[in-house]
């Protein structure tokens, strides 16, 4: 299984970029989709899930009301909407999901992740 995130730049603050990760090699195993992301000196943090089968989305208190998580699984692609973006937004961002589901606790844990893209720079700043 390989993810290819991509979508990222470099944007003013209050704008807006899509992030999309499309997944290859990826059987329908149940897990969540996802994207984490690391900012400079910083730990990776937990954005966003999806479930794959109820369709519900997770979000980190700090992005809730501003980025949307989706997917398409036909393509078997997820996307990261993000909207009003601020300069503490500025991370690599990184998608991720895993073999089979978890329990909703877990969703924001890096470290039950089975495959991860290549991360993507996001860049906020006037």
């Known amino acids: 299984v390989q993810l290819q995130a991509s979508g990222g730049g470099l944007v003013q603050p209050g704008g807006s970029l899509r992030l999309s990760c499309a997944a290859s090699?990826?059987?329908?195993?149940?897990?969540?989709m996802t994207w984490f992301r690391q900012g400079p000196g910083k730990e990776r943090e937990f954005v966003a899930a999806?479930?794959?089968?109820?369709?519900?989305?997770y979000y980190a208190d700090s992005v809730r009301g501003r980025f949307t998580i989706s997917r398409d699984n036909a393509k078997a692609t997820w996307y990261l909407e993000m909207n009003s973006l601020k300069p503490e937004d500025t991370a690599v961002y990184y998608c991720?999901?895993?073999?089979?589901?978890?329990?909703?606790?877990?969703?924001?844990?890096?470290?039950?992740?089975?495959?991860w893209g290549q991360g993507t720079q996001v860049t906020v700043s006037s």
């Open positions: 090699g990826l059987t329908f195993r149940g897990g969540p």
């Open positions: 991720s999901t895993r073999n089979g589901r978890i329990n909703t606790s877990s969703l924001n844990r890096a470290d039950v992740y089975d495959y």
């Open positions: 999806i479930d794959t089968w109820t369709r519900r989305p």
